[in-house]
């Protein structure tokens, strides 16, 4: 494939963390007496692809979003690590993908993206790492992937987006970024069911 570099998304993508992201939402609402969110609902679909403010807004509303960020961003996101589960052969994929071509991150997570790599031993990895705190809009819109290739100096065309989600390929699609369905989770040409077919997509010897 004719690509120079691959951006990933981490929820679904690199990492299951329906729990993760369950557990750190629902700490936060206890703060502010709202029922906890269950998997398999649609709140619980927003948690695991939007970010924090638009998760944060319809679960506590609007008129307590504010309080309710400043408490998670007192929140240890490390408690949180031990319920992440990296997606089968992530790790050794990742590694064989990274002599061939450059890599980074785009997603909705805020701070804890970080924390995540390193605890993981990943961060050697990417050479661009973006998160929502870093452009003025999240996912679906395309600021993340627009900074992305900047900061990976590969123009857009060179470039795969692989994620999981709509608001992932309506990103890429504003970018003009090729889009990869991991798991075929959303709706494209071009999709994988893990991290082992995606290298036999790309790889040089392919």
Not at 155 to 176: C, I, N
Not at 192 to 198: A, F, K
Request: net charge negative; proline share 5%.
């Amino acid at each position: 494939m004719d690509i120079d570099g691959i951006i990933f998304d981490c929820d679904g993508v690199l990492f299951e963390s329906r729990q993760a992201n369950l557990a750190y939402y629902n700490e936060i609402l206890r703060q502010f007496d709202v029922p906890e969110v269950r998997l398999g609902t649609d709140e619980a679909a927003l948690c695991h692809t939007a970010s924090s403010p638009v998760v944060l807004e319809e679960l506590v509303g609007k008129e307590r979003v504010a309080d309710a960020l400043i408490v998670a961003s007192a929140l240890d996101y490390r408690q949180f690590i031990p319920f992440m589960e990296p997606e089968p052969e992530m790790a050794t994929v990742v590694a064989e993908l990274s002599r061939h071509y450059t890599l980074g991150v785009a997603t909705n997570r805020g701070s804890s993206m970080h924390e995540l790599l390193e605890h993981f031993s990943l961060d050697s990895y990417f050479s661009s790492v973006v998160t929502s705190r870093d452009v003025p809009r999240p996912k679906p819109y395309p600021d993340m992937l627009l900074l992305s290739s900047q900061q990976l100096t590969i123009p857009h065309e060179r470039l795969l987006f692989v994620g999981d989600s709509e608001l992932d390929r309506q990103a890429a699609r504003g970018a003009g970024i090729r889009f990869v369905s991991y798991k075929g989770e959303a709706k494209e040409d071009l999709a994988v069911s893990g991290h082992r077919q995606l290298w036999e997509m790309v790889s040089p010897q392919g």
